[in-house]
């Protein structure tokens, strides 16, 4: 049972759960990097093994969404993102497992490898690719294609939101702190005094921070920005835990009233360079480093940037004899065998630009 759950026995009646996730996830020592950067203590979080077939942060939240889409009695799901979305990605291949057919609504965005890589991983997973360009936003065309979908065909496909972040889709990164509460009482790691992670759509950092504050651990969550508002604000980190809060009390009034902790939450914005997924010297840095170091691979879009503020507080000073965890939210599962098989020409049309264009300059 989920540690979620085992605390707060209602949940499990009131919330759907499908079992996708290989947890918990491991925790392991970065020391080499640890030493060299002065940080007391540092240790990874390591969600990239969350599932078998493909790991990262969205798998925890789609334990409950794509539960909830069965719940709902839907054969079909949507979601949106951009073209090398790890969230529409990870909804393909585990509404599959579910007996889900995905359609996925995919926006343009910068090139790079793992934009190639996941956009052929989606199509040899049998997702319903769709490019979309326009000026209205992609989550509004795809309200608007659902709309259509049901008036044309009958189908009503469930909506999951951008990178699964609903207050159901957060419940995930609420477990994954009790989780690390357990492993903490377990002496796999000391509580740590700070956490470093990306925020995308804020389901991650908001999730730990909710449940941080019902473990009553007093670790602070560095949210280190790797998009523009309105993805990631202070007004949507309140309004999130608000609505989380909301609904897990509504669920199970056991569950704390918790009151957003200013003092333990900061929004970093130092990092994103020039937007969404443009990669930035310090975060192609930073993912050089740690493979160098510890031999772990990250990314310029999410983790590279969120381990390159880890590591300018680490220069700053602020580290030192601290424990510190880093939320490693980036899949490690290789994806090379189900996409040797698959030509980028099976693509539909407008993703063949992302092979024949070459990817960003930092990459090259
Ligand atoms: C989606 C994603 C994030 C951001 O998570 P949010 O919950 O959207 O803030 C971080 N890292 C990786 C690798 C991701 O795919």
Redesign the pocket.
């Given at each position: 049972m989920i540690p979620l759950f085992r605390a707060y026995p209602a949940l499990q009646e009131r919330l759907p759960y499908a079992p996708l996730a290989s947890l918990p996830t491991p925790v392991r020592a970065w020391d080499a990097l640890g030493s060299e950067v002065g940080a007391g203590r540092l240790y990874a979080k390591c969600d990239g093994e969350s599932g078998a077939d493909y790991g990262?942060?969205?798998v925890r939240?789609l334990a409950f969404l794509l539960a909830a889409a069965r719940a709902r009695g839907a054969r079909e799901v949507i979601t949106f993102g951009a073209a090398g979305s790890?969230?529409a990605l990870a909804t393909a291949i585990y509404a599959r497992k579910l007996g889900l057919a995905p359609i996925l609504m995919l926006a343009p965005q910068p090139n790079a490898e793992n934009v190639r890589r996941n956009l052929l991983r989606g199509y040899a997973a049998g997702a319903d690719l769709r490019h979309f360009q326009g000026r209205r936003a992609v989550s509004r065309a795809t309200v608007d294609e659902v709309l259509r979908l049901h008036r044309e065909t009958g189908r009503r496909p469930y909506i999951i939101p951008a990178?699964?972040?609903s207050p159901l889709g957060t419940a995930g990164?609420v477990n994954a702190a009790l989780e690390l509460r357990d492993q903490v009482a377990a002496g796999v790691l000391p509580a740590p005094d700070v956490i470093y992670?990306?925020?995308?759509?804020?389901?991650?950092?908001i999730g730990l921070l909710v449940g941080l504050a019902a473990a009553g651990l007093e670790t602070r969550v560095e949210a280190v920005r790797?998009t523009v508002a309105p993805f990631?604000s202070p007004e949507k980190a309140r309004h999130l835990f608000a609505r989380t809060v909301g609904l897990l009390r509504r669920a199970d009034p056991g569950f704390p009233d918790l009151a957003f902790p200013e003092t333990r939450f900061a929004i970093r914005d130092e990092f994103l360079g020039a937007g969404y997924a443009r990669y930035t010297e310090a975060g192609v840095a930073a993912v050089d480093r740690i493979k160098a170091r510890e031999g772990v691979v990250l990314?310029g879009?999410?983790?590279g940037k969120?381990l390159a503020g880890l590591l300018a507080d680490a220069v700053a000073g602020t580290l030192e004899g601290r424990t510190v965890l880093f939320w490693n939210?980036?899949?490690a599962r290789p994806l090379a065998p189900a996409i040797q098989s698959v030509d980028y020409d099976q693509l539909p049309a407008p993703f063949h630009r992302y092979f024949v264009e070459p990817v960003q300059a930092l990459e090259r």
């Open positions: 990262g942060n969205k939240k790890n969230h990178g699964g972040s990164f992670v990306a925020s995308g759509t804020m389901g991650t950092c790797v990631t990314e879009t999410y983790t969120a939210t980036y899949n």
